[in-house]
Every structure is written in C-alpha cells, then in structure tokens.
C-alpha cells in the first residue's frame, strides 16, 4: 500500500509543478474564472427566459450541481442526468418541475451548441496545421526506433565482409 501511495504522492508533486509558473497560474485561474462566470450567467440567463428568478448564488450551485453529476457514468452528452440534476436542485430553491425542466434543456442545449460550433471553429482553424502533440508522438517513435535498433545492433555481433563457411 505504502509504495502506492507514495507512487500517488510523486504524481501530485509532479502535476503542482505548474504552480511554481505563476504566470501559467494565474493564466489557468482566469480563464476558469471566465469559463465558470459564462456557466453562472447561462443559468441565469435561461431562468430569465423561463420566468425563473435566480439569484447569483443559486445560479452558482445549479451550475456547480449539473457539473459534478457530470461525474456520474451516463449516456452520451448527459443527456437526462444533466435536466435531472438541475431539476433536483430546482426543487431546493422551491422551483416547479416544468419550468426547472425548461431551464435545464434550454441551458443544455446553449452549451452544446456553443461546444459544438466552437469545435467547428477550432477544426477549421487548425486543420492544416500539425498540431504540436502530433508532431511530438512523430518526433518520440523515431527516437525510440533509433534507440530500439542501436539496442538490438549492440547485441548482434558485428560482420564485415563475407561469413566464412564452417
């Protein structure tokens, strides 16, 4: 158990190391910020066009809700688990299950089809470019080649000219 952890332990290390960049952090927690703020104001925005009233902090924790359920093993895009939990949630705040329902496939719907035309955007852009992993996994199996087939010629005895019969 004791090496596990500590195998655990090195892989935390080793994924903070981004911290010791303080320009990187603070890079990766703006665009959170930004990321979670433009969540917040779906759900708000989607309760506005439905007639729900939401505060910022109810919009925050359906929004942190439907994320976390994303956890749970479910079909493809999370359709139902996402409306499922936000309805839940809903019904804490004392929201009727039509109009939570509405809200909820409003706001699913937005965020795919942002996700959706944002990917096509992306791919547009990119595709005739390689992008660096790629280029990267090229660069990797040629040196692990190389390194392969010095490995099996350092084993092999070197012959030159003819093998004399014996």
């Known amino acids: 158990r004791w090496p596990r952890v500590m195998a655990l ?15 990187t952090l603070v890079g990766a927690l703006l665009f959170s910020a930004v990321a979670w703020s433009a969540s ?15 505060t910022v902090a ?3 924790l359906l929004c942190s809700g439907v994320a976390l359920a994303t956890i749970v093993p479910s079909g493809p895009g999370y359709v139902g688990t996402f409306e499922l ?25 937005m965020i795919l089809a ?18 660096p992993v790629v280029e990267a996994a090229h660069v990797v199996r040629e040196v692990n080649s190389l390194s392969r087939s010095s490995r099996t010629s350092a084993r ?8 004399a019969p014996r």
């Not at 332990?9 to 320009?23: C, D, S």
């Not at 942002?114 to 992008?131: D, E, F, K, Q």
């Not at 092999?156 to 093998?163: D, H, I, M, T």
């Open 9 to 23: 332990g090195r892989m935390l290390r080793e994924g903070l190391a981004v911290v010791a960049h303080p320009r």
């Open 40 to 54: 917040i104001l779906t759900f708000l925005a989607a309760g506005q066009a439905v007639g729900i009233e939401l």
């Open 58 to 60: 109810q919009g925050a």
């Open 85 to 109: 939990t936000a309805v839940s949630i809903c019904a804490l705040f004392g929201i009727d299950r039509d109009p939570a329902f509405a809200m909820a496939l409003l706001v699913h719907v």
């Open 114 to 131: 942002v996700t959706s035309i944002g990917g096509i955007v992306a791919y547009v852009a990119l595709r005739h470019r390689v992008p």
């Open 156 to 163: 092999r005895p070197v012959r030159c000219g003819r093998s």
